[in-house]
């Protein structure tokens, strides 16, 4: 009796030590085994996860259109050391779903501080110039189309 009983430690021992090994990916790995037994697929496991759609937004497809390239141009900004800038951006996108005509005025101000903005890298200069005339132009557009700024106020 004593032999089977530290032959199961040794055993829970060991599995322990192996799950220690594999570390944060094990929780991902015993999903899938789990998902192995329910699906009828046996190479389910090996299989990239499939992404999900995104969630379907109330918003308008214009507004969606500013949202999309005020997060490019945020991250963008982020990621090459102007935070300050970025979160600003990200606080009017975000300020888009609750009151529209704040947040296209919010990203509208942010984006005449872009103007003066002087990275040293011609490229990355560049790709700034490139990103923020696209978010320009859809905030253009959705200001047009709600009648709160005449055309070529930005």
Do not use: C
């Amino acid at each position: 009796m004593l032999d089977a009983l530290i032959g199961v430690v040794a055993g829970l021992l060991i599995l322990a030590g192996v799950l220690v090994i594999l570390g944060p990916q094990t929780m991902t790995m015993l999903r899938r085994i789990r998902g192995l037994r329910r699906s009828r697929n046996p190479f389910a496991a090996l299989q990239a996860p499939r992404k999900r759609d995104p969630a379907v937004s109330g918003l308008h497809p214009k507004t969606q259109r500013v949202l999309a390239s005020a997060t490019r141009l945020a991250t963008w900004l982020r990621a090459h050391g102007q935070d300050e800038i970025a979160r600003e951006l990200r606080s009017g996108a975000a300020r888009l779903a609750t009151d529209e005509a704040s947040g296209l005025y919010a990203i509208q101000t942010t984006l005449r501080r872009l103007r003066g903005l002087a990275l040293g890298d011609r490229n990355a200069e560049e790709r700034l110039k490139i990103l923020s005339s696209e978010l320009r132009k859809a905030v253009q557009d959705r200001f047009e189309q709600l009648e709160l700024l005449p055309f070529g106020h930005l």
